[in-house]
Nanobody
Framework: QVQLVESGGGLVQPGGSLRLACAAS????????IGWYRQAPGNQHELVAF???????DYRDSVKGRFTISRDNAKNTVYLQMNSLKPEDTGVYYC????????WGQGTQVTVSS
């Protein structure tokens, strides 16, 4: 089974940007849909964005126009470019498959604070 490892999080001021990466241990070309999720303290995982094998994307309303998901099948990596970050974007970000979830990885912490 392919394993997904997240990276790229950090502390950023409101209005700043980060690019997250989700690196797979094997080929992602056979994975139909990959999504980015986030989990704020005390909350459930929520789907932020997803991308299909063909490149179709969709986003949570609260991040539309600010976040961009992309995938590079040659590098077996899915990215999440996050711009105009807000404090409410704070959380641990995970990538996972849809619709059937794999085990959650360690995630990467994103903190938006002044």
């Amino acid at each position: 089974q392919v394993q997904l490892v997240e990276s790229g999080g950090g502390l950023v001021q409101p209005g700043g940007s980060l690019r997250l990466a989700c690196a797979a241990s094997g080929s992602i070309s056979s994975i139909t849909v990959i999504g980015w999720y986030r989990q704020a303290p005390g909350n459930q995982h929520e789907l932020v964005a997803f991308i299909s094998r063909g490149g179709s994307t969709d986003y949570r309303d609260s991040v539309k126009g600010r976040f961009t998901i992309s995938r590079d099948n040659a590098k077996n990596t899915v990215y999440l470019q996050m711009n105009s970050l807000k404090p409410e974007d704070t959380g641990v970000y995970y990538c996972n498959t849809l619709p059937n979830l794999m085990s959650w990885g360690q995630g990467t912490q994103v903190t938006v604070s002044s």
